[in-house]
């Protein structure tokens, strides 16, 4: 029976009786799927928000609504007084099983899911890594001993064998981390504040520069505790290019990416893995 307040989300109050809301039930398991494939809170809500689905009241789902749907046991029939469980009266939304492997996955720290996911992210650099003679450089890898490991290769080296190209192939984890690197130096740069800040007025009028420095700057402490694909998303915003040649590599960045960046850090958009 139910004793008042707010249903959960997928159920409507008849005759003081929780109902399935058929509707809102079919959306509550798709939440509940999609969570099992990508484990983050964070690109979930933004998956959730791209489909339209908001609250009964109309109010945008973030990621502590999403967290509280993922732990309501309502949803496997359940009512809940006290902090005990019981068995309810109502029809359960999603199976037992379901439950057990999503809340297997919500006990995992948010840096044991982010490597979790790691192996399914697209490659950080994929489709903006090029060489010296202007060939795209592709992602690869190779497992030896039981370990993995990552390289860009060149479409050159690909098409012609090696020693086509000057620079034929590149482990992956060390020209990530480099471009990272400049990513990050660039935050703190007066000059690219400034014209983050110029770029992001257009669409806030009222944000500062200080505004825009202190967006930019969040980015780099937070950094880690993003999930892979988060951060290969920011990547692709921000980075338009990067030419790797003998001497050194060469990061091409989108202005426009980076008051797009700034945007979302000031509205709370970019959270970490959790």
Same mark, same amino acid.
């Given at each position: 029976?139910?004793?008042?307040?707010?249903?959960?989300?997928?159920?409507?109050?008849?005759?003081?009786? #929780?109902?399935?809301?058929?509707?809102?039930?079919?959306?509550? *398991?798709?939440? @509940?799927?999609?969570?099992?494939?990508?484990?983050?809170?964070?690109?979930?809500?933004?998956?959730? +928000?791209?489909?339209?689905?908001?609250?009964?009241?109309?109010?945008?789902?973030?990621?502590?609504?999403?967290? *509280?749907?993922?732990?309501?046991?309502?949803?496997? =029939?359940?009512?809940?007084?006290? =902090?005990?469980?019981?068995?309810?009266?109502?029809?359960?939304?999603?199976?037992?099983?379901?439950?057990?492997?999503?809340?297997?996955? #919500? %006990?995992? !720290?948010?840096?044991? $899911?982010?490597?979790?996911?790691?192996?399914?992210?697209?490659?950080?650099?994929? =489709?903006?890594? @090029?060489?010296?003679?202007?060939?795209? @450089? !592709?992602?690869?890898?190779?497992?030896?001993?039981?370990?993995? &490991? *990552? &390289?860009?290769?060149? %479409?050159?080296?690909?098409?012609?064998?090696?020693? !086509?190209?000057?620079?034929?192939?590149?482990?992956?984890?060390?020209?990530?981390?480099?471009?990272?690197?400049?990513?990050?130096?660039? @935050?703190?740069?007066?000059?690219?504040?400034?014209?983050?800040?110029?770029?992001?007025?257009?669409?806030?009028?009222?944000?500062?520069?200080?505004?825009?420095?202190?967006?930019?700057?969040? #980015?780099?402490?937070?950094?880690?505790?993003?999930?892979?694909?988060?951060?290969?998303?920011?990547?692709? #915003?921000?980075? /338009?290019?990067?030419?790797?040649? !003998?001497?050194?590599?060469?990061? $091409?960045?989108?202005?426009?990416?980076?008051?797009?960046?700034?945007? /979302?850090?000031?509205?709370?958009?970019?959270? +970490?893995?959790?």
């Amino acid at each position: 029976m139910w004793m008042g307040g707010v249903p959960p989300y997928g159920y409507r109050v008849e005759n003081r009786k #929780l109902v399935i809301d058929d509707e809102h039930a079919e959306h509550v *398991r798709w939440i @509940f799927a999609r969570f099992l494939e990508i484990g983050s809170g964070t690109e979930l809500a933004r998956e959730v +928000a791209k489909r339209g689905i908001r609250t009964p009241r109309g109010n945008r789902i973030d990621k502590k609504y999403l967290y *509280r749907m993922l732990s309501n046991r309502a949803y496997i =029939g359940e009512a809940v007084h006290k =902090g005990e469980s019981y068995p309810g009266e109502h029809e359960a939304i999603i199976d037992r099983a379901t439950w057990d492997r999503v809340h297997a996955i #919500l %006990q995992e !720290s948010p840096r044991k $899911r982010a490597a979790r996911t790691r192996a399914d992210t697209p490659a950080l650099l994929k =489709g903006l890594l @090029f060489g010296p003679d202007g060939a795209a @450089f !592709s992602p690869t890898h190779t497992r030896k001993d039981g370990r993995l &490991y *990552r &390289y860009y290769v060149s %479409q050159t080296v690909l098409k012609h064998g090696a020693g !086509s190209c000057p620079v034929g192939r590149v482990p992956a984890g060390e020209i990530e981390a480099a471009v990272i690197d400049q990513l990050r130096a660039v @935050f703190r740069q007066p000059e690219i504040v400034a014209g983050t800040w110029k770029a992001a007025r257009a669409d806030v009028a009222d944000i500062t520069e200080a505004d825009a420095r202190a967006a930019l700057q969040q #980015l780099d402490p937070l950094w880690d505790e993003l999930f892979p694909a988060e951060q290969a998303r920011i990547v692709t #915003l921000l980075v /338009e290019r990067v030419d790797v040649g !003998s001497d050194g590599l060469n990061v $091409r960045l989108r202005v426009d990416g980076l008051s797009g960046l700034a945007r /979302e850090m000031l509205a709370g958009g970019i959270e +970490a893995a959790a």
